[in-house]
């Protein structure tokens, strides 16, 4: 086909058939949309419909059915050509599915030349994956993830020609230590289907990986980590999937591989967490000491349970309201122009999280002359707290849509420090249920919000270990109350739970790395209005 300058090719405009009936449909590369219309007169016309070259997942030549297809006779005798052009649908909630549309003509070299041209413009589409290794945890939520990915995911990959090797993982740490010995690099992603756990442990697969790679020290607290450039798709199949519907807007399994198969990209911030100077493990969700700690320490021993466990164990630590004493520094987040308390959300195109995409670009350009964290102010917070949560991201989930914090922005290279100071009972349940309504979570005069780049926490109980005043009587004393669920006292210590699992030291180092790796996915979309398969009722819309 002849070329127009730049390389693109003339709009392409033909009368095929489409169901029953004759369509206008126009190829169009120029506006990056395939759109077909009803010929006759406005009055009588149907529906009109476009679909953007960016969500065609696959063109296909088809055997064309006359059969189901219930046309006139005539058209009977003629051989028809057809090809079928898969595309994405948007559903309500953030929910997408693959829909399908099977045009036809008599002219075998017009069909052709539809095919040729959708082919060639889907090529083009340089984002999306074609080599994805796979990590597939059978034991996850429901267990549920083998047959999630064999029913939903595999014949969509399948049909977008996507080749994957697959790994079905036998143990804890399969997928992360097999990414230290793998050749990552030939692969276009890694995705992983399970929960936020199996997300975590290919996040740590891949960062380790990229800093082993270009001999980066991972146990050093201020080293400038490499980012990870090769992206990671989440299949959720786990108990909470909060990192998948926090970036997507849903935790649903072809919704993801859509976005994956599309070639979405999402970076997002990694906090590291150290000790002493010793690396313990990144974040990207939630980070909680207290409540959300004592919820997985708690929920582990009940893994049997299935998702229903963390219900169990959140019920039964909200009843024994324990709280914490301990010491929190940290440095304000001065670069990014967002608060914790902002009305506006993280959304796809976020204009907070571009801002600091820039700023990480031009500060790569300068670096050495960067200031050193050392150099600006900490502010120090002591006190008695049920819950101490950092989150990377809002951590919205099917049991919070809004999450922990609602204004936290996926790639602004800050987390959001929610300190719950000791309340009562019932003080801490309107907190709680405010996750759940669209109440603001932070209105409340034992909550404190602050949007942060690193922070330190020390429990009293560590505080008093280093200085040597514990004696064998809070040893015992401890160990009753851990025992003890009616009981408040604080001097045992928390777990922090880290992204769903437990950290061993109370005592922790925090620091947030801008946009650290990236995801098949967009953010969550502004709900629009028009969703449903691009539908318009009016011609000048479509034109
Ligand atoms: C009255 C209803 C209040 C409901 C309050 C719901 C708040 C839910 C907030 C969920 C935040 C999830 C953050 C994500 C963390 C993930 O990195 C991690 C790994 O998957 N998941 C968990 O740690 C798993 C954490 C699971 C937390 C479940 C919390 C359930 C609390 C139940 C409290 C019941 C009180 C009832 C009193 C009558
Ligand atoms: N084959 C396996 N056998 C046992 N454990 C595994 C296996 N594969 C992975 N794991 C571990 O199981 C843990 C939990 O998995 P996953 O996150 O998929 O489910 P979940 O805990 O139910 O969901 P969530 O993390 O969302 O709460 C992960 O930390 C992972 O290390
Ligand atoms: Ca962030």
Known sequence: MERLPGGRRPRLVSSLGLGRRSWEVTLDEERGRLAWRDPRPPRRAGENCFVPISEIIAVEETEFNKKQRNIGRWQKMAKLHAFTVYYVKKARNHRWRCSDATFWCEDEHLCNQWTQAL???????????????????????????????????????????????????????????????????????????????????????????????????????????????????IIPAGSTDCICYSTVGISDPVTSALHIILGDCQPLDVSSVHHNNTFLKYSVSLLGYGFYGDILKDSEKKRWMGPMRYDYSGFKTFLSHHYYEGTIAYQPAKHTHGSPRDKERCRTGCYI???????????????????????????????????????????????????????????????????????????????????????????????????????????????????????????????????????????????????????????????????????????????????????????????
């Open 119 to 233: 082919k060639e413009l889907l090529e083009m589409q340089k984002s999306r994956p074609k080599q994805l290794l796979v990590y597939i945890n059978p034991y996850g939520g429901k267990r549920q993830g083998k047959r999630i990915y064999e029913q939903k995911v595999a014949p969509l990959f399948s049909l977008a020609s996507i080749s994957t090797d697959v790994v079905i993982t036998e143990h804890a740490n399969h997928a992360k230590d097999n990414l230290f010995e793998v050749n990552i690099y030939k692969y276009d992603g890694v995705v992983c289907v399970g929960g936020d756990g199996m997300f975590s442990e290919v996040m740590h697969g891949l960062i380790g990986r990229m800093q082993k790679d270009s001999g980066i020290d991972q146990n050093n607290p201020k080293a400038s980590l490499v980012q990870c450039n090769i992206r990671i798709g």
């Open 353 to 543: 999280c571009k801002q600091s995409e820039k700023q990480l670009a031009e500060q790569s350009k300068e670096r050495g002359l960067k200031h050193e964290e050392g150099e600006e102010e900490w502010k120090v917070i002591k006190g008695k707290f049920l819950a101490i949560n950092a989150v990377s991201m809002s951590c919205a989930c099917p049991r919070s849509p809004k999450g922990l914090s609602p204004a936290a922005h996926l790639a602004d290279g800050s987390a959001d420090l929610i300190l719950v100071r000791k309340c009562s009972r019932f003080d801490f349940l309107r907190y709680l249920v405010r996750h759940t309504n669209q109440d603001d979570q932070f209105d409340f005069p034992f909550v404190d919000v602050y949007r942060v780049k690193c922070f330190q926490f020390t429990s009293k109980l560590s505080e008093d270990n280093e200085s040597n005043v514990m004696d064998i009587g809070k040893k015992r004393f401890g160990q009753f109350c851990r025992d003890h669920p009616a009981c408040c006292c604080s001097i045992v210590n928390s777990t922090w739970n880290c992204d769903g699992e437990t950290l061993d030291s109370s005592a922790v180092e925090v620091r947030v790395h801008c946009q650290l790796m990236k995801l098949f996915a967009r953010g969550i979309e502004e709900d629009c209005k028009d969703e449903a398969a691009h539908s318009q009722s009016s011609i000048e819309q479509l034109l």
